[in-house]
């Protein structure tokens, strides 16, 4: 089977059938070998019942959101491609071809343009015509160097296979952006092409809340970018600490009738640490989502980390820690030689805040570096602790097969795609 059209539904009795209709009247206009699927996610208003009575194959999500149902969908479709698309008649169902021709032309995902294809008045709110939609894309476009411009385009086409292997987790609105940033970060091939949405032609408000599914949609596309959530503006902050800091700790600067001194300087102590800090975080990040899978391993990481062992680490470390309390010591004196009394804290802080600076710095070094190579451990077992593979027909192993990984089937075939993607979502898990 060549097409499956997945609709996720919520509710639609009163458009749910009307969108089956078209999508199988496309099917049947194009000589494409396909399937209508609704991925029921507990309707209460009879859409089950509409929906197979139009011609859909019926499959039930029972953990709510729209991640879930769609992912249902996917899971228990048949065909090569699949379409998905809101079963609220705001889709164009019987237009579908250009998707098709993509993916047949080796696409991996086919995104939808609304804004190129054409939105009809009153199909989308100003605030997400004029404010969601196109800052949510811009960032995901900024972060992710993807070239789409419509990230949240509910018509969308795929390779199932493709997706599957993209690990997606997300279960409520936030599945759109995922699919486009995991497809984006794999290097799939992902392309767009126009299409229009109408007015759905439903009664009841949408399911959709702007503020909240919002807020997701951005939460998300920063937690897949630690380049830009922690590394940027931590490097920013440490970059401009370091400058000020230079340029206030041996006297008070000047510009016009405005004097920086040491509560400048206290400033630019506070800029250094958090920086640091800052970039401390993307370290990590990097390290731990590049082990698990999550994000791809970036090479300037790779080598930093090949060059930055814990004992170079270390040794940093304690070498910004003796200068701070070298600088400490410094400070001692001086406070003897005013016989510990009075100090005038305008001159003594100037050496004060660099030297607890440097102390703070070279305990999150230390710190940092032990973090580090506590992430670098892999959960591996040795060759020799791994129980041989049984023989066929239940003899002893043969010799050399012990530490080899079974495969699936007797001819060695790797493990079918959904076994191979058990864990990528609550919905897969369950049906497999």
């Known amino acids: 089977m060549e097409l499956t059209v997945v609709m996720p539904c919520l509710d639609e009795a009163e458009t749910v059938a009307t969108c089956v209709r078209k999508a199988r009247r496309f099917l049947a206009d194009n000589g494409i070998s396909g399937e209508v699927v609704v991925a029921d996610n507990g309707s209460t208003d009879g859409s089950q019942r509409l929906a197979a009575d139009a011609g859909a194959r019926v499959v039930p999500v029972g953990e709510?959101?729209?991640g879930n149902a769609l992912m249902g969908g996917i899971i228990a479709a048949r065909g090569r491609y699949v379409i998905m698309g809101d079963a609220d008649d705001s889709y164009d169902f019987t237009g579908l071809m250009p998707f098709v021709e993509?993916?047949?032309?080796?696409?991996?995902?086919?995104?939808?343009?609304?804004?190129?294809?054409?939105?009809?008045?009153?199909a989308m709110p100003p605030l997400h015509r004029y404010l969601g939609n196109p800052v949510l894309s811009f960032i995901g476009r900024l972060l992710f160097r993807s070239k789409i411009g419509d990230?949240?385009?509910?018509?969308?086409?795929?390779?199932?296979?493709?997706?599957?292997?993209?690990?997606l987790q997300a279960t409520g609105m936030e599945f759109a952006s995922e699919m486009v940033v995991k497809a984006t970060l794999a290097g799939q091939r992902v392309t767009e092409v126009p299409t229009t949405l109408s007015k759905d032609g439903r009664s009841r408000p949408p399911h959709l809340r702007?503020?909240?599914?919002?807020?997701?949609?951005?939460?998300?596309?920063l937690l897949f970018s630690p380049r830009w959530?922690?590394?940027?503006?931590?490097?920013?902050?440490l970059v401009?600490?370091?400058?000020?800091?230079?340029?206030?700790?041996?006297?008070?600067?000047?510009?016009?009738?405005?004097?920086?001194?040491?509560?400048?300087?206290?400033?630019?102590?506070?800029?250094?640490?958090i920086g640091f800090q800052s970039v401390l975080f993307w370290l990590f990040t990097q390290v731990y989502a590049g082990s698990e899978g999550f994000l791809p391993e970036e090479p300037a990481v790779q080598r930093l980390l090949g060059r930055l062992s814990l004992e170079r680490g270390l040794l940093a470390g304690a070498a910004i820690g003796a200068a701070g309390l070298a600088g400490l010591v410094v400070s001692l004196l001086y406070?003897?030689?005013?016989?510990?009394?009075?100090?005038?804290?305008?001159?003594?802080?100037?050496?004060?805040?660099?030297?607890?600076?440097?102390?703070?710095?070279?305990?999150?070094v230390i710190l940092g570096t032990f973090f580090l190579s506590i992430l670098g451990i892999k959960h591996a077992r040795h060759p020799a602790a791994n129980p041989p593979p049984p023989a066929p027909g239940g003899g002893p192993a043969?010799?050399?097969?012990?530490?080899?990984?079974?495969?699936?089937?007797?001819?060695?075939?790797?493990?079918?795609d959904g076994a191979a993607n058990h864990r990528e979502h609550p919905a897969a898990a369950r049906r497999l």
Not at 210 to 221: I, K, T
Not at 341 to 353: K, P, T, V
Request: charged residues 15%.
């Open 64 to 66: 709510k959101g729209y």
């Open 102 to 122: 993509e993916l047949r032309n080796g696409a991996d995902l086919v995104m939808g343009n609304r804004f190129k294809g054409g939105i009809a008045p009153g």
């Open 151 to 167: 990230f949240h385009c509910g018509l969308r086409g795929f390779r199932r296979d493709s997706v599957l292997a993209l690990g």
């Open 210 to 221: 702007s503020w909240r599914d919002g807020w997701r949609h951005l939460r998300f596309l």
């Open 229 to 237: 959530l922690f590394f940027l503006p931590g490097l920013a902050l």
């Open 240 to 273: 401009a600490g370091l400058v000020i800091g230079g340029v206030v700790a041996p006297h008070p600067f000047s510009i016009g009738a405005v004097t920086f001194d040491v509560d400048t300087l206290v400033a630019a102590s506070a800029m250094v640490v």
């Open 335 to 364: 406070w003897n030689g005013e016989r510990f009394g009075q100090l005038n804290y305008e001159h003594s802080l100037r050496l004060m805040i660099p030297s607890v600076t440097a102390l703070v710095v070279s305990c999150q």
């Open 398 to 416: 043969p010799d050399g097969a012990a530490g080899r990984p079974a495969a699936d089937g007797a001819a060695g075939r790797p493990a079918a």
